[in-house]
């Protein structure tokens, strides 16, 4: 009895190896941030190593991604960082929710939310455990493109209409 039920959670565990969830691979960067927005070097470097595997298009995927159930969990952070906030899409929404997604970087940074801690435990990304410095540049930058957004468009254009219904 103990053998079959051992037998039949190791069919799963191999059969379920061939559910894989579609990579996040794409290298098209027509609306990626980077085509409007001036990104410094310095701060490119700190969206490559500790945001944009789940808010971009593009992911660096760790070893451990091609074990299921490990690869849906991953998968989920993705979908739900790029829900959020997508750097690879954010030319794309309208001036309001760019704006909008700017000042969400400054609250989040400022707030220490992110980068998620599942994403650097055990020291897994250790290069995303950002340092205050760090942090404090990422609110720069975003402030300093919000200033770009009110010097150059009227103040209306940058405030997100509520939603109906």
């Known amino acids: 009895m103990v053998g079959k039920i051992f037998l039949g959670i190791l069919l799963l565990l191999v059969g379920i190896q ?6 996040n691979d794409s290298d098209d960067r027509t609306y990626d941030i980077t085509t409007r927005y001036t990104v410094p070097d310095d701060v490119q470097h700190i969206l ?22 490990v690869a849906w969990w991953l998968d989920d952070h993705i ?10 899409s954010f030319t794309n929404a309208p ?19 992110m980068p998620m801690k599942e994403y650097t435990y055990l020291g897994m990304h250790a290069e995303a455990n ?3 410095d760090q942090r ?27 939603r109906r219904g």
């Open 95 to 113: 001036l309001a929710i760019q704006y909008h997604k700017l000042e969400e970087v400054v609250e989040v940074m400022d707030e220490r939310e």
């Open 18 to 23: 061939l559910i894989r969830p579609t990579p």
């Open 48 to 69: 490559a190593v500790a945001c944009n595997d789940c808010h971009s298009n593009k992911t660096t995927y760790p070893w451990y991604s091609n074990v299921q159930p």
């Open 79 to 88: 979908v739900d960082g790029k829900r959020h906030l997508n750097f690879s």
């Open 136 to 162: 404090q540049r990422l609110i720069q930058w975003a402030k300093a493109q919000m200033d770009t957004l009110k010097a150059n468009y009227p103040a209306d254009s940058l405030v997100r209409k509520p």
């Open 130 to 132: 950002l340092t205050d």
